[in-house]
């Protein structure tokens, strides 16, 4: 169970980093990793865990990168 719900939160990441407010989600993607790493420690579902993770995970790094950039176009007066 815990590999289809971190599967699900690590797609939907992926797909909301692209939107403005992604650093919101952020909180949900680092639940949706420790509960890929508890879900690969059942057989059952493993893989769905591993992929989850490395979704979360893609999904974070965007997220980092996006308020990052966001950040810098902000303190130079280049946001608007």
Known sequence: MYGKINYVT?????????L??????????IVGVVLGIKGMAKPEGKGMAIAGVVLCIIGLVLTIINASIGAHLGATGQLF
Not at 10 to 15: L, T, V
Not at 20 to 29: F, K, L, Q, R
């Open 10 to 18: 690590g797609f939907r990441d992926c797909r909301i980093t692209c």
């Open 20 to 29: 403005a407010h992604s650093i919101v989600w952020s909180p949900i993607t």
